[in-house]
């Protein structure tokens, strides 16, 4: 191969490996981890009919890989640990542990897996399997984020919300009240912070 044609490929390949580092960030997928420290799943529900009875749970951990040159590759994987429920009031909490309704010796966690991501109008759905009290259906989230990253104690942190809303009856969750005592739509929403990997 003559000399002039070793430097043409040398430099060639000098090219393509500049253009590779110069390539933006979002041109890669990124893992990044809940934060259970600044993540939470908040929730409210009907009490006869008249009034709201909010909740939260103080416990999510998981992951998620954030594509966002193609966000539709992207997924989210959250479990929620169930003996965390907080209602403000001790007696009415010991009874959502029960057999009642999340059974937590049986079924301590909550748990979501996005199944695929959508643009619906500018705005981001997850459409994924929640499995509460050991029944697994659909649900689809609306998202409002992610945030743009940034850097907190040399970390990269970004986060989202998604909200939703689920029937009791389609998990079978507390068959033995049935509205009006406790509504049957419980509207919840997830506020997560995550951490890049």
Partial sequence: MK??????????????????????????????????????????IRHLAVSNVHGAFSKVTGDV?????DPGKSSVIATIDATTVNTDNDKR?????????????????????????????????LIGDLTLHGQ??????????????????????????ATGLIKRSDFNFGPKFAPPTVGDEIKFTIDLEVDKQ
């Fill in 3 to 44: 000399p002039h044609l070793n430097r043409r490929s040398a430099i060639f390949a000098l090219a393509l490996a500049s253009l590779s580092l110069a390539l933006p960030s979002f041109a890669q997928v990124s893992n990044w981890k809940i934060d259970p420290a600044h993540s939470s799943v908040n929730f409210q």
């Fill in 65 to 69: 890989v954030w594509n966002e040159k």
């Fill in 93 to 125: 909490d010991g009874h959502l542990k029960s057999p009642d309704f999340f059974d937590v010796a049986n079924f301590p966690t909550l748990t979501f897996k996005s199944t695929s991501v959508k643009n619906v109008n500018g705005k981001l759905q």
């Fill in 136 to 161: 697994t259906k659909s649900v689809t989230l609306d998202v409002d984020g992610p945030v743009p990253p940034q850097t907190n104690n040399g970390k990269t942190v970004s986060g989202f919300s």
